[in-house]
């Protein structure tokens, strides 16, 4: 398989956006939302990935996180879905139960072209440095649409905020690493209907 990189940009009012992604990746990023914590949760997500990442995020901050982080969710699922092409010769499914000390996350993804979210991760915190905690659920919510996925993510064993984030962005990228990789059985798209 060739490498495969997406890009994208948008720009808005709110943002403007610069994204790129490599799935054949080494985990290797450079990351600029101008939320510190949300850079932290993305480089979780492509080390763990190995998803080569480059962000450059200019948002109306001085309204809120929200506008950022949710373009920037739209931005990363255009760019997976194009670096995907076709999804020929793809493993399509990924899955993985991430431990981070006391809490426990697991991220099932299906790249089947039907977006859906199902979410379930309560925060007791409003905010994890500048970012809001209920942007989590927004994020992977514009990730799952925008890339046409079927994305489920639930914390089973709950505890320090911080930790719960992680582990949700962690296990999303060692689920997506497994979703996109190749499975050298299969050379066309892995699917009854013969498209995805």
């Known amino acids: 398989m060739e490498q495969r990189i997406g890009s994208c ?22 990351i600029d939302t101008g939320i510190p914590f949300f850079d932290h949760m993305l480089d979780g997500f492509a080390r763990h990935g190995l998803f080569d990442l480059d962000v450059k995020v200019n948002g109306d901050l001085d309204v809120d996180s929200h506008h950022t982080i ?9 760019a997976i879905a194009e670096a995907l092409g076709d999804k020929a010769g793809i493993k399509r499914y990924g899955y993985f139960i991430l431990p981070m000390d006391e809490v426990l996350a697991l ?14 991760a309560e925060f007791t915190v409003p ?14 919510y514009a990730v799952s649409y925008s ?18 984030a992680e582990a949700l962005f962690k296990a999303f990228g060692k689920a997506l690493d497994m979703a996109v990789s190749e499975e050298p059985r299969v050379q066309e798209v892995w699917s009854t209907k013969g498209t995805l």
């Open 127 to 140: 905010r994890l440095g500048t970012m809001d905690t209920e942007m989590v659920r927004e994020f992977f």
């Open 70 to 78: 949710e373009d920037t969710g739209i931005v990363l699922g255009q």
């Open 9 to 30: 940009t948008r720009k808005t009012k709110e943002t403007d956006i610069s994204l790129s992604i490599n799935l054949d990746g080494r985990g290797k990023n450079r």
């Open 147 to 164: 890339a046409a996925m079927n994305l489920h993510l639930k914390i089973m064993e709950p505890g320090n905020n911080h930790h719960m």
């Open 107 to 120: 991220s099932a993804v299906d790249l089947s072209g039907r977006p859906y979210l199902k979410y379930d």
